[in-house]
């Protein structure tokens, strides 16, 4: 009887103790850690680009973070946009890439290189 109890209270613990810790991701699927280029980050992009006019919204943003389990998707989508649209057409476009990729190492914990 008493092995059980123990036993009982060692299923708890281990149920109930926190999981090991991962490398910290803020979109999962792109560890922090992981380094990317601007061209993997912009072909990333493209497969959001559903109208594909060659320029990303925000609700288009919001579904690549979403995908990529990123939480308050819309809220960080709408600061992205908000950051990286110089042009206030509510897109970010090829000319506006590097704002957004500012805006995901810094806010996003993404790491992108220029190679």
Same mark, same amino acid.
Do not use: M
């Given at each position: 009887m008493r092995s059980h109890r123990r036993d009982a209270a060692a299923s708890f613990l281990l149920l109930s103790s926190e999981p090991p810790p991962t490398p910290a991701m803020a979109i999962r699927g792109i560890p922090s850690s992981r380094e990317m280029t601007v061209d993997d980050f912009k072909n990333w992009l493209?497969? @959001?680009?559903?109208?594909?006019? *060659? #320029?990303?919204? %925000?609700?288009?943003? $919001?579904?690549?973070?979403?995908?990529?389990?990123?939480? @308050?998707?819309?809220?960080?989508? *709408? #600061?992205?946009? %908000?950051?990286?649209? $110089?042009?206030?057409?509510?897109?970010v476009d090829e000319s506006e890439i590097e704002n957004l990729v500012a805006f995901a190492q810094k806010t996003l914990g993404m790491k992108v290189t220029a190679w």
């Open positions: 493209k497969q @959001f680009d559903t109208d594909n006019d *060659g #320029r990303i919204s %925000r609700g288009e943003l $919001r579904e690549a973070i979403r995908r990529r389990g990123g939480w @308050f998707s819309g809220l960080k989508a *709408g #600061r992205a946009v %908000r950051h990286a649209d $110089r042009d206030n057409s509510g897109f």
